[in-house]
Structures are given as C-alpha cells and as structure tokens.
C-alpha cells in the first residue's frame, strides 16, 4: 500500500485500546531503566540497535539515520572506499 495508507494504518492502532496498552508495556520497559550495554547489527536494510537493560530486558530500536539509503547518502565515498578494499581489482587503477 502506500505512505499514507501505512501511516494512517499506524495511526489507527496508536489510538486502539490495545495498542495503547502496547504501547504503555514498552514504556514500563523503558522507563527508569539504566542501558547497560549498547550493540549493533546488520540486519540488511538498516543498522539497528540493540539496548541491554539494567534489569536484563533488551530493547530493539531503529534510527532513521542508519537505513542503507542514508547510510549511502551519508558515507557514499566511505562506502566506495571501502568497497574497493574489498575488491581491490576493481579499482581504475590497482594497486
């Protein structure tokens, strides 16, 4: 469906009593919490984070600045440079 579909979708369970409630178990989880520990994995399109808690709960969260397209925009010739590490023979001129 579309951006707008998506976002009024999002919308409507927001304001659900059940998503309300959803929404309310994160916060319990969050609130007053200490993070312990911060890691971080490739999970394809985006780099995301994952927070270890004081109590031993972990938390999933998503940047918008670590999806692949900004990421490309963001480091395009960090990215080229590393590419070229990688494959070194496809450099204009080898080393």
């Known amino acids: 469906m579309g951006d707008l579909c998506d976002m ?3 919308n409507r369970a927001m304001r ?3 998503g309300m409630a959803r929404l309310a ?7 007053g919490r200490t993070v312990t520990e911060v890691e971080f994995s490739n999970e394809i399109h985006a780099i995301t984070i ?8 972990t938390f999933l969260a998503m940047d918008p600045s670590l999806d692949v397209d900004a990421l490309r925009e963001e480091f395009a010739e960090v990215i080229q440079r590393e590419y070229l590490i990688d494959y070194p ?6 080393p």
């Open 8 to 10: 009024n979708d999002i």
């Open 16 to 18: 659900s009593p059940e």
């Open 25 to 31: 178990g994160i916060r319990e989880t969050l609130v």
């Open 50 to 57: 994952l927070l270890r808690l004081d109590n031993g709960d």
């Open 89 to 94: 023979e496809r450099a204009k001129d080898p």
